[in-house]
C-alpha cells in the first residue's frame, strides 16, 4: 500500500506543478501533426522549450572550444606567474647584495 500511496503523491505533485498539463498539450500536438515528425523525442523537447539536438550539439562544440582556450590562457597565466615570481625573486637577491655592500664597513687604509 506504501507503493501506491507514493505513486499518488507524486501524481498529485506533477499535477499540482503543471507537469501533466504541459505534457499533455505537447502530446496533443504531436498527435494532431498531419505529417508526424522523424524525431518525436525533439519534437517534445522544442515544444517544452529544450533545444534541439543540432543545437544542443552545437553548443557543446562551442563549450568544448571555450574549454581548450580557457586551458590554454590559464596555463599562460601561470606561467607568467612563475616568471614573475623569478624575477622578483633574482630581483630581491641582487638588492639584498648591494644593501649589504653599502652598508658594509669601510676598511681604512
Known amino acids: 500500500m506504501e507503493k501506491e500511496a507514493k505513486k499518488e503523491a507524486f501524481r498529485k ?3 499540482s506543478s503543471g507537469v501533466l498539463d ?10 494532431e501533426q498531419n505529417d508526424k ?9 522544442q515544444k517544452l522549450g529544450g533545444p534541439t539536438l543540432a543545437e ?4 557543446q562544440a562551442e563549450f568544448s572550444d571555450l574549454q581548450t582556450k580557457y586551458n590554454e ?9 612563475r616568471q614573475y615570481d623569478e ?13 649589504a ?3 658594509a ?3 681604512e687604509l
Open 73 to 81: 590562457l590559464l596555463a599562460a597565466h601561470q606561467e607568467k606567474c
Open 56 to 59: 544542443y550539439e552545437k553548443v
Open 101 to 103: 655592500k653599502e652598508e
Open 13 to 15: 505533485y506533477l499535477e
Open 22 to 31: 504541459a505534457l499533455t498539450k505537447v502530446l496533443v500536438a504531436l498527435y
Open 105 to 107: 664597513p669601510i676598511e
Open 37 to 45: 515528425p522523424s524525431s518525436a523525442v525533439e519534437f517534445v523537447q
Open 87 to 99: 624575477l622578483k625573486d633574482s630581483h630581491s637577491q641582487t638588492s639584498s647584495k648591494e644593501t
